[in-house]
């Protein structure tokens, strides 16, 4: 008896350990395919079993979007894979407030890919994901952001922000390798096959580049090594910001769902508890499926 209350004790004692964190992915409108998304997403959160996720999908674009108000204080992190581009809804007001205080006051926000070509204009919104791209950017929004000669710089150039060469695999090189999210994964990985954003621009402030890939010209790209996953501060809250994830096969990739679980638990809680997958891609590996 005094064995099986000792395992019920330890049982009781992880559970409240682990007591989950609540995740809310926003989503709704996106020149990309969020209802087949946004279900690869939530359940690579909820295979760390570390969150319970729930959706709030905004009404399609074209239609009323001033109901539209989730209710961001009760979850300790907001994944976004919405985006008002072509023509799309911006958040009403209220909605955009509610946001700002809720990352401001210690939220954590995820920003996933063609999350960041949203809201040109809702300058929070663009300190939050640091940089972004298309919908009218330009040098006016801020600079680009290059890794060159093992340091960030900041490229003021005049031009367009927001670019990508034809889709393809490619490495992805830790450049903070330290940093929680990254601790103990590989220095550099074989993304599967996905966008590489370029010319990304916004005010870039309190951004930590955590890994960079290089955008070869022979696929349409910049020769330059572009910004793949991001870290900021908005106040008191954390911002994880991945270019990954043009659709459901580049989510696939080992590569994408580890960044992504990793990076959403260090918004939400500013650690990291996961353990690296053991197929993680390397170099020169093609990215296996988990
Ligand atoms: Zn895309």
């Given at each position: 008896?005094?064995?099986?209350?000792?395992?019920?004790?330890?049982?009781?004692?992880?559970?409240?350990?682990?007591?989950?964190?609540?995740?809310?992915?926003?989503?709704g409108?996106?020149n990309?395919?969020?209802?087949?998304?946004?279900?690869?997403?939530?359940?690579?959160?909820?295979?760390?079993?570390?969150?319970?996720?729930?959706?709030?999908?905004?009404?399609?674009?074209?239609?009323?979007?001033?109901?539209?108000?989730?209710?961001?204080?009760?979850?300790?992190?907001?994944?976004?894979?919405?985006?008002?581009?072509?023509?799309?809804?911006?958040?009403?007001?209220?909605?955009?407030?509610?946001?700002?205080?809720?990352?401001?006051?210690?939220?954590?926000?995820?920003?996933?890919?063609?999350?960041?070509?949203?809201?040109?204009?809702?300058t929070?919104?663009?300190?939050?994901?640091?940089?972004?791209g298309?919908?009218?950017?330009?040098?006016?929004?801020?600079?680009?952001?290059?890794?060159?000669?093992?340091?960030v710089?900041?490229?003021?150039?005049?031009?367009?922000?927001?670019?990508?060469?034809?889709?393809?695999?490619?490495?992805v090189?830790?450049?903070?390798?330290?940093?929680?999210?990254?601790?103990?994964?590989?220095?550099?990985?074989?993304?599967?096959?996905?966008?590489?954003?370029?010319?990304?621009?916004?005010?870039?402030?309190?951004?930590?580049?955590?890994?960079?890939?290089?955008?070869?010209?022979?696929?349409?790209?910049?020769?330059?090594?572009?910004?793949?996953?991001?870290?900021?501060?908005?106040?008191?809250?954390?911002?994880?910001?991945?270019?990954?994830?043009?659709?459901?096969?580049?989510?696939?990739?080992?590569?994408?769902?580890?960044?992504?679980?990793?990076?959403?638990?260090?918004?939400?809680?500013?650690?990291?508890?996961?353990?690296?997958?053991?197929?993680?891609?390397?170099?020169?590996?093609?990215?296996?499926?988990?």
């Amino acid at each position: 008896m005094a064995v099986a209350r000792g395992f019920g004790f330890v049982i009781l004692a992880s559970v409240l350990a682990a007591a989950p964190r609540k995740a809310l992915i926003v989503d709704g409108q996106n020149n990309h395919a969020w209802q087949q998304t946004t279900p690869v997403l939530k359940k690579q959160l909820e295979a760390t079993g570390l969150f319970t996720v729930d959706v709030a999908t905004a009404p399609p674009k074209g239609a009323d979007i001033s109901g539209f108000k989730p209710d961001f204080a009760a979850y300790d992190v907001v994944i976004s894979n919405f985006s008002d581009f072509g023509g799309g809804s911006v958040w009403p007001p209220a909605t955009q407030a509610a946001f700002e205080k809720f990352v401001s006051g210690g939220g954590g926000f995820v920003s996933v890919h063609a999350a960041d070509n949203a809201f040109p204009q809702w300058t929070a919104y663009n300190e939050m994901i640091g940089v972004g791209g298309w919908m009218g950017r330009d040098e006016k929004s801020g600079p680009m952001v290059r890794w060159r000669d093992g340091k960030v710089v900041h490229d003021t150039t005049p031009g367009k922000g927001g670019h990508h060469g034809r889709q393809h695999a490619y490495q992805v090189t830790a450049r903070e390798p330290r940093h929680p999210i990254l601790r103990g994964l590989p220095p550099v990985w074989l993304h599967a096959t996905d966008e590489l954003y370029d010319s990304l621009r916004g005010p870039a402030k309190n951004m930590t580049v955590l890994a960079t890939a290089f955008s070869a010209k022979d696929t349409g790209g910049t020769g330059e090594h572009e910004l793949a996953l991001m870290t900021l501060t908005y106040g008191k809250g954390r911002i994880f910001h991945t270019i990954l994830g043009h659709n459901v096969e580049a989510m696939n990739c080992t590569g994408f769902a580890a960044t992504f679980q990793r990076g959403t638990e260090w918004a939400a809680t500013g650690k990291v508890t996961q353990r690296p997958p053991k197929d993680f891609p390397g170099p020169d590996a093609a990215a296996r499926k988990p």
